[in-house]
């Protein structure tokens, strides 16, 4: 089967950093994505690796290991507005776009 | 440019009923994928449609179904409506063409409550 592990929650205090862990096996892989969803919202696309390394988008930064199946999602200088589910996911569909998702991690960000 | 718009945006529909819902991807994006969102088992890839094709399914039953438009907009329909239906319906676009490393955007979603 295929799975992905990722902490349920985090809670963090406002102007700091935190970090979201994520573990997948899966058949296949064409690269780690990470969207941000708020309560009754979208996913929004945050960041994607497909080679190992550190990808960094402002706030946001992203890293992947292909060899230990793990990557992370790196929010620096938290704002209350960062407070939301964030989820990994892995496209393991050949040729196509199939993403299979984390369960989510609900971040809170405190005062 | 327009983002995704996906149609209607709640329903509620009884057992044994069947829905459609609708899904209009970014302009200039052939690739249209549904995913299922239920807070206990979370985001579920139904199906991926392309250039009218369904490229890939996920592991739902056949009374989940979808189709896609010239225009690349896609339909999924559910039959014979069961209560462990209810969700939130996503559909996302994107380009389609990099095999598989495409940015997915999400539309909205479509709540459904089955009765």
């Known amino acids: 089967g295929q799975s992905l592990e990722q902490p349920s929650e985090v809670t963090a205090v406002e102007g700091a950093i935190v970090q979201i862990n994520c573990t997948y096996q899966?058949?296949?892989?064409?690269?780690l994505s990470w969207y941000q969803q708020h309560d009754g919202g979208a996913p929004t696309f945050l960041s994607y690796?497909?080679?190992?390394g550190l990808e960094e988008t402002g706030r946001f930064s992203s890293f992947l290991s292909r060899s230990d199946s793990y990557g992370y999602l790196l929010l620096q200088e938290l704002q209350m507005k960062d407070s939301a589910s964030y989820f990994c996911a892995v496209n393991s569909g050949a040729g196509s776009y199939q993403l299979t998702f984390g369960k989510g991690t609900k971040l809170s960000v405190i005062p | 440019k327009a983002g995704v718009t996906q149609t209607p945006r709640y329903l509620i529909k009884t057992r044994g009923q069947q829905v459609t819902l609708s899904c209009s991807p970014i302009?200039?994006?052939?690739?249209v994928s549904w995913y299922q969102q239920t807070p206990g088992q979370g985001l579920q890839f139904l199906f991926e449609y392309f250039s009218e094709t369904q490229r890939n399914k996920g592991n739902f039953p056949g009374r989940f179904s979808g189709r896609q438009f010239s225009n690349s907009r896609s339909e999924m329909n559910v039959s014979t409506l069961e209560l462990g239906d209810s969700a939130l319906y996503l559909c996302a676009s994107s380009l389609g063409t990099s095999g598989g490393s495409d940015t997915q955007y999400f539309g909205p979603g479509t709540r459904l409550t089955v009765l």
């Open positions: 690796n497909a080679l190992d």
């Open positions: 302009s200039g994006h052939r690739s």
């Open positions: 899966t058949s296949g892989f064409y690269g």
